[in-house]
């Protein structure tokens, strides 16, 4: 399967749900049947509904903030000697990352269903942060599943959950990271699903979660593109996107309406978590060789053992630590549209240093990925390319990690 022009990738997917023909699905237990294409049929009506697009539109404007800024970053650019080197501060958005886009969409569709109650999953804890956030504004009561790991190295984002009066659910189970967290959330959906609507927290899960997120990560680029054509007169002649990808929710975001454009004009360069260095533990099946497997109800590039066990992952991002990836990201690597690459935890961490040093702005360890790469490839190339990275969240999360690897 080819990848479609002038159609969104999140509906380039087959009548079984599948992109590419083998990525994504949905292998739910059949008791999550009827809640699934109930929300389905919800999302694809509202979608359409000028009412409802007004209303999101209202929010992502005067509640988000959007459209974030879109920023030139000189000194490093100067320092660099290379490609121009833009970022896109998605971290300004209220509560400080993307994920407030699915939070605000999802509470939207929750409270057109009926339902009273909302439950999702974090990693980094942004996406709960963000889902407690839009709960407490659209009135509706929040669980939250976190792996204990998590918890305890996102302090930060732990706090402003309790602050939003939502409840956190340890996970202790697997590595206590996101993987676990998203395990328990649907398993927990699969008894609740009458009163409980769920959000997931990224562009994973059975084919209707990918699209909702999707869809609300697009803001993103729409945005985007009008700063880029107001700045440059056109889209110009050499852009590379580059964006952190984890479950692939701010890369797809922040990539939809460029993903039409010829790979030599807009190249779209996404970064997965190579891990502490020397280590085997990753968090990157698209760069580093991962199988197809099944995990959280979709088809994609899983980090497996041969005998098809979901490996142990880690990274000093747990935005990044996941070991499974977005179907959309898997079709995009297959067709060649995006390339996949990824940084280490002290890259990332070098990049951290190096933005703050130079620009003032506090990427968290996720975009510290991406930027990783814009620097490394930044040298190499002509003062008529402009890089673009994404910068979609802030650093105060990261506070005690930085403080422990930085000593300060
Ligand atoms: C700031 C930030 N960036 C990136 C990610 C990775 O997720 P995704 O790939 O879905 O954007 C996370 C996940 O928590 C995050 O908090």
């Not at 918890?151 to 956190?168: F, S």
């Not at 189970?173 to 997931?200: F, I, P």
């Not at 490996?311 to 959309?328: H, K």
Request: proline fraction near 4%; charged fraction near 25%; hydrophobic fraction near 35%.
């Amino acid at each position: 399967m080819k990848l479609k022009k002038k159609i969104p990738l999140i509906d380039q997917h087959n009548k079984s749900g599948f992109w590419g023909g083998k990525f994504g699905g949905s292998y739910i237990p059949e008791t999550l049947k009827k809640p699934v294409e109930d929300l389905t049929n919800l999302f694809e009506k509202l979608r359409n509904d000028k009412k409802f697009l007004k209303e999101r539109d209202y929010y992502f404007k005067n509640y988000i903030g959007s459209p974030t800024s879109f920023i030139k970053l000189q000194n490093l650019t100067n320092h660099l000697k290379g490609a121009q080197i833009w970022a896109k501060m998605v971290s300004e958005a209220n509560g400080g990352a993307h994920k407030i886009y699915g939070a605000t969409v999802h509470c939207l569709l929750a409270k057109r269903a009926g339902k009273k109650y909302i439950v999702g999953d974090t990693g980094a804890g942004y996406a709960g942060k963000m889902l407690s956030m839009a709960a407490k504004k659209f009135g509706l009561k929040c669980k939250i599943f976190m792996g204990a790991k998590d918890i305890k190295r996102q302090r930060p984002n732990v706090i402003a959950m309790k602050k939003n009066g939502a409840e956190i659910v340890p996970v202790y189970s697997g590595s206590q990271t996101l993987v676990d967290a998203v395990s328990e959330c649907m398993r927990y959906w699969v008894s609740n699903c009458d009163t409980t609507h769920m959000c997931v927290g990224s562009t994973v899960g059975p084919n209707i979660f990918v699209k909702i997120c999707g869809w609300s990560t697009a803001q993103i680029s729409k945005e985007l593109k009008l700063q880029v054509k107001s700045e440059f007169k056109k889209i110009p002649k050499k852009i590379k996107l580059i964006n952190c990808v984890g479950g692939g929710s701010s890369a797809y975001g922040f990539w939809s309406e460029f993903i039409d454009y010829n790979k030599k004009q807009v190249e779209l360069i996404g970064v997965e978590a190579g891990g502490p260095e020397g280590s085997k533990l990753h968090a990157a099946p698209l760069s580093r060789g991962a199988k197809i497997g099944i995990l959280h109800g979709a088809a994609s590039y899983v980090c497996q053992s041969s005998e098809g066990q979901i490996n142990e992952t880690e990274s000093i991002s747990a935005g990044l630590d996941y070991p499974g990836v977005s179907p959309m990201h898997c079709f995009l690597k297959d067709t060649k549209r995006a390339k996949y690459v990824s940084a280490t935890d002290e890259e990332a961490l070098k990049a951290y240093v190096l933005i703050k040093k130079f620009e003032k702005i506090n990427p968290s360890l996720e975009p510290s990925h991406a930027f990783s790469e814009a620097i490394k490839i930044a040298p190499k190339l002509s003062k008529d390319t402009i890089i673009i990275v994404n910068s979609c969240g802030d650093a105060k999360k990261d506070k005690d990690i930085l403080k422990a690897k930085l000593g300060k």
